[in-house]
């Protein structure tokens, strides 16, 4: 079993950035798959980035140009760095890893902005 843990949520406020983290409970050399999700307040779930075993990064539509994903194998610890928030990128944020047929999911954490 693997434990996801996110961190670096808050308050921020439109124009702000965050650093999002997410540390895994074992090595995530293997991981095939890294990524950041979202959800706000009365939507459904979506897809924000993703990154690959290869280092190769995907990004929602909504957050190119401003958030970028990069993982750091030696702290076992998934990143995301957000960029010129605004009040539509609220939501409680999760990391997930894919390894194998295996898929966990982080407890996630709030961003808030708002000014």
């Known amino acids: 079993q693997v434990q996801l843990v996110e961190s670096g949520g808050g308050l921020v406020q439109p124009g702000g950035s965050l650093r999002l983290s997410c540390a895994a409970s074992r090595s995530i050399f293997s991981f095939n798959v890294l990524d950041w999700y979202r959800r706000a307040p009365g939507k459904e779930r979506e897809w924000v980035a993703t990154?690959?075993?290869?280092?190769?990064?995907n990004y929602a539509d909504s957050v190119k140009g401003r958030f970028t994903i990069s993982r750091d194998n030696a702290k076992n610890t998934v990143y995301l760095q957000m960029n010129t928030l605004n009040p539509e990128d609220t939501a409680v944020y999760y990391c997930?890893?894919?390894?194998?047929?295996?898929?966990?999911w982080g407890q996630g954490t709030q961003v808030t902005v708002s000014s």
């Open positions: 990154i690959t075993s290869g280092r190769t990064t």
């Open positions: 997930r890893g894919v390894v194998g047929y295996s898929t966990y």
